[in-house]
Nanobody, 115 residues
Framework: QVQLVESGGGLVQPGGSLRLSCAAS????????MSWYRQAPGKERALVAL???????NYPDSVKGRFTISRDNAKNTVYLQMNSLKPEDTGVYYC?????????WGQGTQVTVSS
């Protein structure tokens, strides 16, 4: 049974940091592209970070230099370190695993950036 379980969300002040984790099970984690998506209120889900099976990272300009994605294949876990958080970073953050014709989603974790 495939599972992606996110954790680490919460309320943080602007300028603060959070580290999200996504624990995976039920598939060969090391073979999959792992990503984090954000869904802000009233908006579509959007990619915020991606790491390939080989470790190549990609970010949209909106988070580049502030967010860092990493993976630990020994622990079947992907992380998202978020620094210098802004109110516009608020949303539900979802973990995604992708390989050709196969994709899985977690249930999401809420991140709220507010003073």
């Amino acid at each position: 049974q495939v599972q992606l379980v996110e954790s680490g969300g919460g309320l943080v002040q602007p300028g603060g940091s959070l580290r999200l984790s996504c624990a995976a099970s039920g598939f060969t984690f090391s073979n999959y592209v792992m990503s984090w998506y954000r869904q802000a209120p009233g908006k579509e889900r959007a990619l915020v970070a991606l790491i390939s099976a080989g470790g190549t990272r990609n970010y949209p300009d909106s988070v580049k230099g502030r967010f860092t994605i990493s993976r630990d294949n020994a622990k079947n876990t992907v992380y998202l370190q978020m620094n210098s958080l802004k109110p516009e970073d608020t949303g539900v953050y979802y973990c995604n695993a992708y390989q050709f014709k196969s994709t899985f989603w977690g249930q999401g974790t809420q991140v709220t950036v507010s003073s």
